[in-house]
Protein backbone atom coordinates (compact mmCIF):
# COMPACT_ATOMS: atom_id res chain seq x y z
CA UNK A 1 0.00 0.00 0.00
CA UNK A 2 1.73 3.19 -0.74
CA UNK A 3 2.46 5.65 2.14
CA UNK A 4 0.12 8.51 0.64
CA UNK A 5 -2.65 7.11 -0.39
CA UNK A 6 -5.57 10.17 -1.26
CA UNK A 7 -8.86 8.41 -0.23
CA UNK A 8 -7.98 8.53 3.25
CA UNK A 9 -8.27 11.67 5.74
CA UNK A 10 -5.35 13.40 7.10
CA UNK A 11 -5.32 15.82 10.23
CA UNK A 12 -2.39 17.47 11.52
CA UNK A 13 -2.06 20.58 14.29
CA UNK A 14 -1.17 23.51 11.12
CA UNK A 15 0.38 25.78 13.85
CA UNK A 16 3.70 25.74 15.97
CA UNK A 17 2.79 24.09 18.56
CA UNK A 18 3.45 25.80 21.88
CA UNK A 19 1.13 28.60 23.84
CA UNK A 20 -0.29 31.09 21.10
CA UNK A 21 -3.90 33.33 20.73
CA UNK A 22 -5.45 30.71 18.29
CA UNK A 23 -4.02 27.13 17.19
CA UNK A 24 -5.66 25.71 14.20
CA UNK A 25 -6.22 21.63 13.81
CA UNK A 26 -6.79 20.93 10.31
CA UNK A 27 -8.67 17.72 8.37
CA UNK A 28 -8.56 16.72 4.72
CA UNK A 29 -9.90 13.94 2.88
CA UNK A 30 -13.57 12.56 2.38
CA UNK A 31 -14.14 11.64 5.99
CA UNK A 32 -13.84 15.12 7.60
CA UNK A 33 -17.36 15.09 8.45
CA UNK A 34 -17.27 12.11 10.33
CA UNK A 35 -14.00 12.62 12.16
CA UNK A 36 -15.72 16.32 13.81
CA UNK A 37 -19.11 15.36 13.53
CA UNK A 38 -19.52 13.15 17.36
CA UNK A 39 -17.34 16.19 18.97
CA UNK A 40 -18.93 19.63 17.42
CA UNK A 41 -22.14 21.62 18.43
CA UNK A 42 -22.92 23.62 16.27
CA UNK A 43 -24.19 27.28 18.11
CA UNK A 44 -26.48 27.58 15.12
CA UNK A 45 -27.67 23.60 16.06
CA UNK A 46 -26.88 22.98 12.32
CA UNK A 47 -25.32 19.64 11.58
CA UNK A 48 -21.43 19.39 10.57
CA UNK A 49 -22.68 17.59 7.23
CA UNK A 50 -25.55 20.77 6.33
CA UNK A 51 -22.68 23.17 6.73
CA UNK A 52 -22.36 25.03 3.13
CA UNK A 53 -18.59 25.63 2.11
CA UNK A 54 -17.05 28.55 2.85
CA UNK A 55 -18.80 29.06 6.00
CA UNK A 56 -17.54 29.52 9.44
CA UNK A 57 -19.07 27.88 12.40
CA UNK A 58 -19.02 28.58 16.02
CA UNK A 59 -20.00 26.22 18.54
CA UNK A 60 -18.03 23.39 21.38
CA UNK A 61 -16.15 20.51 20.82
CA UNK A 62 -16.51 18.03 23.25
CA UNK A 63 -14.79 14.57 24.42
CA UNK A 64 -16.80 11.67 23.94
CA UNK A 65 -18.22 12.02 27.79
CA UNK A 66 -19.71 14.53 27.05
CA UNK A 67 -17.04 17.48 28.72
CA UNK A 68 -16.22 20.27 26.68
CA UNK A 69 -13.26 20.97 26.34
CA UNK A 70 -12.94 24.19 23.91
CA UNK A 71 -14.97 27.11 22.31
CA UNK A 72 -13.86 26.60 18.44
CA UNK A 73 -14.51 28.27 15.09
CA UNK A 74 -14.81 25.69 12.16
CA UNK A 75 -14.32 26.67 9.14
CA UNK A 76 -15.52 24.51 6.08
CA UNK A 77 -14.00 23.99 2.30
CA UNK A 78 -15.50 21.78 0.21
CA UNK A 79 -13.76 19.86 -2.86
CA UNK A 80 -12.86 20.84 -5.12
CA UNK A 81 -12.53 24.40 -4.12
CA UNK A 82 -10.29 24.08 -1.44
CA UNK A 83 -5.98 24.09 -0.25
CA UNK A 84 -5.81 20.30 -1.04
CA UNK A 85 -9.06 19.96 -3.60
CA UNK A 86 -10.09 17.59 -0.98
CA UNK A 87 -12.97 18.53 1.60
CA UNK A 88 -11.28 20.43 4.10
CA UNK A 89 -11.98 21.57 7.76
CA UNK A 90 -9.82 23.89 10.36
CA UNK A 91 -10.52 23.83 13.74
CA UNK A 92 -9.13 27.23 15.24
CA UNK A 93 -9.18 26.68 18.60
CA UNK A 94 -7.60 28.18 21.83
CA UNK A 95 -3.65 28.41 21.24
CA UNK A 96 -2.64 25.56 23.89
CA UNK A 97 -0.86 22.94 23.67
CA UNK A 98 -3.37 20.68 25.89
CA UNK A 99 -6.33 22.02 23.93
CA UNK A 100 -5.11 21.12 20.48
CA UNK A 101 -3.36 18.00 20.78
CA UNK A 102 -6.47 16.57 22.61
CA UNK A 103 -8.59 17.48 19.57
CA UNK A 104 -6.31 16.33 17.21
CA UNK A 105 -6.75 13.02 19.04
CA UNK A 106 -10.17 12.55 18.53
CA UNK A 107 -9.65 13.40 15.03
CA UNK A 108 -7.08 10.57 15.44
CA UNK A 109 -8.93 8.30 17.36
CA UNK A 110 -12.10 8.62 15.07
CA UNK A 111 -10.55 7.93 11.56
CA UNK A 112 -8.18 10.57 10.50
CA UNK A 113 -4.67 9.59 10.10
CA UNK A 114 -1.35 11.92 11.17
CA UNK A 115 -0.34 13.70 8.40
CA UNK A 116 2.67 13.76 7.01
CA UNK A 117 4.99 17.04 6.37
CA UNK A 118 4.11 18.75 3.64
CA UNK A 119 0.87 16.26 3.12
CA UNK A 120 -1.50 18.96 2.51
CA UNK A 121 0.52 20.81 -0.19
CA UNK A 122 1.44 17.64 -1.70
CA UNK A 123 -2.58 16.48 -2.19
CA UNK A 124 -2.82 19.76 -3.49
CA UNK A 125 0.23 18.98 -6.16
CA UNK A 126 -1.96 15.89 -6.65
CA UNK A 127 -5.11 17.37 -7.04
CA UNK A 128 -3.60 20.03 -9.49
CA UNK A 129 -4.12 23.19 -7.46
CA UNK A 130 -0.48 24.03 -8.05
CA UNK A 131 2.65 22.91 -9.76
CA UNK A 132 5.82 21.49 -8.19
CA UNK A 133 7.36 24.67 -8.35
CA UNK A 134 4.33 26.47 -6.58
CA UNK A 135 4.44 23.69 -3.57
CA UNK A 136 8.54 24.69 -3.08
CA UNK A 137 7.35 27.96 -3.26
CA UNK A 138 4.94 27.53 -0.57
CA UNK A 139 8.21 26.23 1.81
CA UNK A 140 10.02 29.25 0.50
CA UNK A 141 6.84 31.71 1.96
CA UNK A 142 6.86 30.02 5.28
CA UNK A 143 11.26 30.23 5.75
CA UNK A 144 11.53 33.68 4.16
CA UNK A 145 13.66 36.02 6.37
CA UNK A 146 13.34 39.10 4.42
CA UNK A 147 11.14 40.93 2.43
CA UNK A 148 13.47 40.71 -0.60
CA UNK A 149 13.20 36.52 -0.56
CA UNK A 150 9.33 37.12 0.25
CA UNK A 151 8.96 38.90 -2.52
CA UNK A 152 10.75 35.93 -4.40
CA UNK A 153 8.39 33.22 -3.35
CA UNK A 154 5.21 34.81 -3.31
CA UNK A 155 5.89 35.29 -7.14
CA UNK A 156 6.80 31.66 -7.59
CA UNK A 157 3.50 31.03 -5.72
CA UNK A 158 1.62 33.01 -7.89
CA UNK A 159 3.06 31.06 -10.74
CA UNK A 160 5.19 33.42 -12.19
CA UNK A 161 7.84 30.98 -12.28
CA UNK A 162 6.35 27.98 -13.64
CA UNK A 163 5.09 30.33 -16.63
CA UNK A 164 8.42 30.55 -17.60
CA UNK A 165 9.20 27.01 -17.14
CA UNK A 166 6.17 26.19 -19.74
CA UNK A 167 7.55 29.11 -21.89
CA UNK A 168 10.79 27.13 -22.36
CA UNK A 169 9.06 23.96 -22.42
CA UNK A 170 7.17 25.35 -25.24
CA UNK A 171 9.69 26.22 -26.73
CA UNK A 172 11.49 23.24 -26.74
CA UNK A 173 8.12 21.43 -28.38
CA UNK A 174 7.98 23.68 -31.26
CA UNK A 175 11.40 22.82 -32.01
CA UNK A 176 10.76 19.58 -31.65
CA UNK A 177 7.74 19.68 -34.08
CA UNK A 178 9.48 21.86 -36.32
CA UNK A 179 12.58 18.78 -36.81
CA UNK A 180 9.83 16.21 -36.72
CA UNK A 181 8.00 17.69 -39.89
CA UNK A 182 11.34 17.70 -41.82
CA UNK A 183 12.30 13.82 -40.48
CA UNK A 184 12.16 12.73 -43.86
CA UNK A 185 14.10 15.40 -45.85
CA UNK A 186 17.53 14.39 -46.24
CA UNK A 187 19.67 16.53 -44.02
CA UNK A 188 21.34 17.86 -47.19
CA UNK A 189 18.09 19.43 -48.48
CA UNK A 190 16.82 21.52 -45.98
CA UNK A 191 16.55 24.86 -47.26
CA UNK A 192 18.83 27.83 -46.29
CA UNK A 193 15.49 29.46 -44.44
CA UNK A 194 14.36 26.43 -42.27
CA UNK A 195 17.77 25.40 -41.54
CA UNK A 196 18.53 29.06 -39.72
CA UNK A 197 15.10 29.21 -38.18
CA UNK A 198 16.21 26.36 -36.40
CA UNK A 199 19.38 27.33 -35.63
CA UNK A 200 17.27 30.57 -33.93
CA UNK A 201 15.18 28.74 -31.99
CA UNK A 202 18.38 26.47 -30.26
CA UNK A 203 20.34 30.28 -29.61
CA UNK A 204 16.96 31.20 -27.69
CA UNK A 205 16.17 28.57 -26.04
CA UNK A 206 19.51 28.60 -24.93
CA UNK A 207 19.98 31.81 -24.16
CA UNK A 208 16.72 31.82 -21.96
CA UNK A 209 17.99 28.97 -20.45
CA UNK A 210 21.56 30.90 -19.49
CA UNK A 211 19.07 33.85 -18.33
CA UNK A 212 17.29 31.75 -15.74
CA UNK A 213 20.79 29.88 -14.51
CA UNK A 214 22.52 32.80 -14.38
CA UNK A 215 20.43 34.21 -11.49
CA UNK A 216 20.91 31.62 -9.50
CA UNK A 217 23.82 32.52 -7.27
CA UNK A 218 22.20 35.88 -6.74
CA UNK A 219 18.84 34.88 -5.73
CA UNK A 220 20.44 31.89 -3.56
CA UNK A 221 21.89 35.06 -1.70
CA UNK A 222 18.53 36.31 -1.20
CA UNK A 223 17.15 33.30 -0.37
CA UNK A 224 20.02 31.88 2.49
CA UNK A 225 21.05 35.25 2.95
CA UNK A 226 24.37 37.47 2.11
CA UNK A 227 27.35 37.13 4.31
CA UNK A 228 28.98 40.56 5.66
CA UNK A 229 32.04 40.33 7.43
CA UNK A 230 33.27 43.14 9.03
CA UNK A 231 37.48 42.88 9.04
CA UNK A 232 40.49 45.37 10.41
CA UNK A 233 43.46 45.24 12.43
CA UNK A 234 43.24 45.08 16.03
CA UNK A 235 40.83 47.83 17.75
CA UNK A 236 39.87 49.59 14.98
CA UNK A 237 35.98 49.07 16.33
CA UNK A 238 34.65 46.16 14.33
CA UNK A 239 32.80 44.83 17.30
CA UNK A 240 32.13 48.19 18.52
CA UNK A 241 30.02 48.97 14.62
CA UNK A 242 29.19 45.13 14.66
CA UNK A 243 26.80 45.94 18.01
CA UNK A 244 25.89 49.17 16.64
CA UNK A 245 24.35 47.86 13.50
CA UNK A 246 22.82 45.12 15.62
CA UNK A 247 21.35 47.87 18.16
CA UNK A 248 22.81 46.08 21.01
CA UNK A 249 25.17 44.99 23.06
CA UNK A 250 26.47 41.50 21.51
CA UNK A 251 30.33 41.07 21.44
CA UNK A 252 32.87 42.30 23.72
CA UNK A 253 34.17 45.20 23.33
CA UNK A 254 37.60 46.58 24.93
CA UNK A 255 40.67 48.54 24.21
CA UNK A 256 42.51 45.88 24.49
CA UNK A 257 44.12 44.29 21.47
CA UNK A 258 42.72 41.15 20.06
CA UNK A 259 39.44 41.23 22.91
CA UNK A 260 37.47 39.28 19.73
CA UNK A 261 39.13 35.98 19.33
CA UNK A 262 36.43 33.94 17.59
CA UNK A 263 34.06 35.09 14.92
CA UNK A 264 30.25 36.06 15.92
CA UNK A 265 27.90 36.06 13.25
CA UNK A 266 24.10 37.74 13.43
CA UNK A 267 21.15 37.88 11.31
CA UNK A 268 20.28 41.46 10.21
CA UNK A 269 17.46 42.84 7.98
CA UNK A 270 18.87 45.71 5.60
CA UNK A 271 17.08 46.94 2.91
CA UNK A 272 14.72 43.96 3.07
CA UNK A 273 17.73 42.30 2.41
CA UNK A 274 18.42 38.84 4.78
CA UNK A 275 22.29 39.91 5.99
CA UNK A 276 24.71 37.76 8.18
CA UNK A 277 26.47 39.93 9.73
CA UNK A 278 30.13 38.79 11.23
CA UNK A 279 32.44 40.24 13.44
CA UNK A 280 35.63 38.64 13.08
CA UNK A 281 39.03 38.59 15.19
CA UNK A 282 41.41 41.63 14.18
CA UNK A 283 43.78 40.77 11.35
CA UNK A 284 47.55 40.85 12.08
CA UNK A 285 50.78 39.44 10.35
CA UNK A 286 52.23 37.79 12.57
CA UNK A 287 50.30 36.26 15.65
CA UNK A 288 52.07 34.48 18.34
CA UNK A 289 49.18 33.59 21.02
CA UNK A 290 48.02 29.80 19.88
CA UNK A 291 44.47 31.52 20.20
CA UNK A 292 45.34 34.54 17.77
CA UNK A 293 46.48 31.88 15.19
CA UNK A 294 43.33 29.90 15.30
CA UNK A 295 41.35 33.58 14.98
CA UNK A 296 43.27 34.38 12.22
CA UNK A 297 43.01 31.28 9.99
CA UNK A 298 38.99 32.16 11.06
CA UNK A 299 39.06 35.79 10.07
CA UNK A 300 41.09 34.59 6.61
CA UNK A 301 37.92 32.19 6.04
CA UNK A 302 35.41 34.92 6.51
CA UNK A 303 37.10 36.94 3.94
CA UNK A 304 36.85 34.03 1.76
CA UNK A 305 33.47 33.40 2.16
CA UNK A 306 31.66 36.87 2.45
CA UNK A 307 29.81 38.35 -0.28
CA UNK A 308 30.78 41.65 0.90
CA UNK A 309 33.57 43.11 3.21
CA UNK A 310 33.64 45.84 5.62
CA UNK A 311 36.70 47.16 6.27
CA UNK A 312 37.03 49.24 9.47
CA UNK A 313 40.35 51.62 9.32
CA UNK A 314 40.88 53.65 13.32
CA UNK A 315 39.99 57.40 11.54
CA UNK A 316 41.94 58.70 15.02
CA UNK A 317 45.27 57.57 14.34
CA UNK A 318 47.32 57.76 10.95
CA UNK A 319 47.04 54.50 8.30
CA UNK A 320 49.41 52.41 9.52
CA UNK A 321 51.05 48.72 8.16
CA UNK A 322 48.64 46.56 10.18
CA UNK A 323 46.10 48.80 8.50
CA UNK A 324 47.73 47.55 4.91
CA UNK A 325 48.70 44.63 6.06
CA UNK A 326 44.76 44.32 6.73
CA UNK A 327 44.17 45.35 3.08
CA UNK A 328 46.12 43.07 0.99
CA UNK A 329 43.93 40.62 2.55
CA UNK A 330 40.92 41.62 0.20
CA UNK A 331 41.33 39.14 -2.44
CA UNK A 332 41.28 40.56 -6.01
CA UNK A 333 37.59 41.58 -7.41
CA UNK A 334 35.88 41.18 -3.85
CA UNK A 335 33.67 43.78 -3.40
CA UNK A 336 34.03 45.98 0.28
CA UNK A 337 33.13 49.45 2.13
CA UNK A 338 35.60 51.20 3.65
CA UNK A 339 34.50 52.78 7.01
CA UNK A 340 36.76 55.50 8.93
CA UNK A 341 35.58 54.98 12.22
CA UNK A 342 35.84 56.70 15.02
CA UNK A 343 34.78 60.10 13.10
CA UNK A 344 33.28 61.59 16.51
CA UNK A 345 37.34 62.21 17.45
CA UNK A 346 39.70 64.35 16.02
CA UNK A 347 40.64 62.80 12.43
CA UNK A 348 44.19 61.82 12.22
CA UNK A 349 44.00 59.25 9.36
CA UNK A 350 44.77 61.22 5.93
CA UNK A 351 41.92 60.30 3.60
CA UNK A 352 43.92 60.95 0.00
CA UNK A 353 46.14 58.60 1.54
CA UNK A 354 43.59 55.50 2.35
CA UNK A 355 42.22 56.58 -0.77
CA UNK A 356 45.23 55.72 -2.50
CA UNK A 357 45.60 52.35 -0.93
CA UNK A 358 42.11 51.29 -1.62
CA UNK A 359 41.84 52.41 -5.20
CA UNK A 360 38.99 54.46 -4.87
CA UNK A 361 36.25 51.78 -3.24
CA UNK A 362 33.59 53.94 -1.28
CA UNK A 363 34.88 55.48 1.74
CA UNK A 364 32.01 56.01 4.51
CA UNK A 365 33.36 58.11 8.18
CA UNK A 366 31.37 56.40 10.93
CA UNK A 367 31.24 56.16 14.47
CA UNK A 368 30.11 53.48 16.47
CA UNK A 369 30.01 55.52 19.58
CA UNK A 370 27.70 58.06 17.69
CA UNK A 371 26.10 56.30 15.22
CA UNK A 372 27.16 59.02 12.78
CA UNK A 373 27.35 57.11 9.46
CA UNK A 374 25.23 54.19 10.19
CA UNK A 375 22.34 55.34 7.99
CA UNK A 376 24.76 56.15 5.12
CA UNK A 377 26.69 52.44 5.39
CA UNK A 378 23.04 50.69 5.50
CA UNK A 379 22.34 52.43 2.26
CA UNK A 380 25.40 51.50 1.25
CA UNK A 381 24.86 48.31 2.00
CA UNK A 382 21.34 48.01 0.32
CA UNK A 383 22.92 49.77 -2.95
CA UNK A 384 25.72 47.11 -3.15
CA UNK A 385 22.73 43.89 -3.22
CA UNK A 386 20.27 46.22 -5.01
CA UNK A 387 23.36 46.00 -8.01
CA UNK A 388 23.50 42.05 -7.00
CA UNK A 389 20.57 40.69 -7.25
CA UNK A 390 18.62 43.51 -9.59
CA UNK A 391 18.10 41.36 -12.40
CA UNK A 392 14.56 41.61 -14.00
CA UNK A 393 12.23 39.18 -13.85
CA UNK A 394 11.30 35.81 -12.64
CA UNK A 395 14.48 33.52 -11.64
CA UNK A 396 15.35 30.31 -10.28
CA UNK A 397 16.45 29.72 -6.21
CA UNK A 398 16.37 26.24 -6.17
CA UNK A 399 19.10 23.85 -6.45
CA UNK A 400 16.69 21.25 -8.02
CA UNK A 401 15.79 24.14 -10.78
CA UNK A 402 19.23 25.02 -11.20
CA UNK A 403 20.19 20.65 -12.29
CA UNK A 404 17.42 20.16 -14.56
CA UNK A 405 17.98 23.39 -16.18
CA UNK A 406 21.76 22.29 -16.54
CA UNK A 407 21.11 18.86 -17.71
CA UNK A 408 18.40 20.22 -19.97
CA UNK A 409 20.93 22.69 -21.36
CA UNK A 410 23.72 19.90 -22.10
CA UNK A 411 21.04 17.64 -24.07
CA UNK A 412 20.03 20.72 -26.24
CA UNK A 413 23.41 21.77 -26.75
CA UNK A 414 24.05 17.90 -28.08
CA UNK A 415 21.37 18.09 -29.97
CA UNK A 416 22.23 21.68 -32.11
CA UNK A 417 25.91 20.25 -32.03
CA UNK A 418 24.44 17.25 -33.87
CA UNK A 419 22.00 19.05 -35.91
CA UNK A 420 25.32 22.08 -37.02
CA UNK A 421 26.89 18.81 -38.17
CA UNK A 422 24.11 17.55 -40.41
CA UNK A 423 23.57 14.26 -38.11
CA UNK A 424 20.35 12.67 -39.52
CA UNK A 425 17.27 14.90 -38.04
CA UNK A 426 15.93 11.43 -36.25
CA UNK A 427 19.25 11.48 -34.15
CA UNK A 428 18.80 15.16 -33.48
CA UNK A 429 15.57 14.65 -31.97
CA UNK A 430 16.37 12.07 -29.68
CA UNK A 431 18.65 14.44 -27.43
CA UNK A 432 15.51 17.32 -27.85
CA UNK A 433 13.36 15.07 -26.40
CA UNK A 434 15.86 14.37 -23.88
CA UNK A 435 16.11 17.70 -22.93
CA UNK A 436 12.35 18.53 -23.07
CA UNK A 437 11.67 15.14 -20.54
CA UNK A 438 13.96 16.94 -18.39
CA UNK A 439 12.37 20.27 -18.45
CA UNK A 440 8.88 18.66 -17.72
CA UNK A 441 10.21 18.08 -13.68
CA UNK A 442 10.61 21.54 -13.34
CA UNK A 443 6.44 22.10 -12.59
CA UNK A 444 6.39 18.48 -12.20
CA UNK A 445 4.01 17.13 -15.34
CA UNK A 446 6.62 14.35 -14.73
CA UNK A 447 7.48 13.33 -11.64
CA UNK A 448 8.86 9.87 -9.21
CA UNK A 449 7.44 9.75 -5.38
CA UNK A 450 10.96 9.93 -4.44
CA UNK A 451 11.47 13.47 -5.91
CA UNK A 452 7.75 13.63 -3.78
CA UNK A 453 8.93 12.78 -1.03
CA UNK A 454 12.11 14.75 -0.96
CA UNK A 455 10.38 18.15 -1.96
CA UNK A 456 7.74 17.45 1.34
CA UNK A 457 9.88 15.57 3.42
CA UNK A 458 11.19 19.29 3.89
CA UNK A 459 7.71 20.67 4.83
CA UNK A 460 6.15 20.70 8.06
CA UNK A 461 3.41 18.68 9.43
CA UNK A 462 0.11 20.74 9.09
CA UNK A 463 1.16 22.33 5.69
N1 LIG B 1 35.63 57.19 20.43
C1 LIG B 1 35.32 56.06 19.85
N2 LIG B 1 35.81 54.90 20.31
C2 LIG B 1 35.48 53.76 19.69
C3 LIG B 1 34.61 53.73 18.56
N3 LIG B 1 34.48 52.45 18.16
C4 LIG B 1 35.21 51.71 19.00
N4 LIG B 1 35.81 52.48 19.92
C5 LIG B 1 36.70 52.03 20.99
O1 LIG B 1 37.81 51.36 20.43
C6 LIG B 1 38.21 50.27 21.26
C7 LIG B 1 38.24 49.00 20.46
O2 LIG B 1 36.91 48.68 20.08
P1 LIG B 1 36.46 47.23 19.64
O3 LIG B 1 35.10 47.36 19.06
O4 LIG B 1 36.65 46.25 20.73
O5 LIG B 1 37.54 46.97 18.49
P2 LIG B 1 37.76 45.69 17.59
O6 LIG B 1 38.13 46.16 16.26
O7 LIG B 1 36.61 44.78 17.70
O8 LIG B 1 39.04 45.05 18.28
P3 LIG B 1 39.53 43.51 18.33
O9 LIG B 1 38.37 42.66 18.67
O10 LIG B 1 40.57 43.52 19.37
O11 LIG B 1 40.10 43.20 16.99
C8 LIG B 1 37.23 50.26 22.41
O12 LIG B 1 37.80 50.94 23.51
C9 LIG B 1 36.04 51.03 21.88
O13 LIG B 1 35.30 51.65 22.90
C10 LIG B 1 34.09 54.98 18.11
O14 LIG B 1 33.33 55.08 17.13
N5 LIG B 1 34.49 56.10 18.78
MG1 LIG C 1 36.43 42.89 18.38
Redesign the pocket.
Known amino acids: MPKFELDDTIAAIATPIGEGGISVVRLSGPGVCDCLRPFFASSSKETVDSFLPNTIHWGKIRDSSGQVIDQVLVSVFRAPNSYTGQDVLEVSCHGGLAVTKRILGLFLGNGARHAEPGEFTRRAFLAGKIDLAQAEAVLDLIRAKSSRSLELAVRQLEGRLSQRFRKLKDSAMKLLAHMEAYIDFPEEDLEVDVNDGMLAQFTDLKENMRTLLDGFERNQRIREGVLVSII ?10 FNALLERDR ?10 RDHLEEPLEIGGFYLRVR ?1 T ?2 LISTAEHPLDKLGMIRTLRAVQDSHLLLF ?1 VDG ?1 CPLDDADRHVFKKIPEGKPFIVLI ?5 PMKLEEPELALMTRGAALIR ?5 REGLKELERGISRFLEKETGEEGEQITRLRHKDILEKALRSLEKAEKAFREKTPLEFVTVELREALDVMKELTGEVYSEELLDRIFSEFCIGK
Open positions: GKPNAGKSSLALVSDIPHTTDAGVSNKADLVSAQT
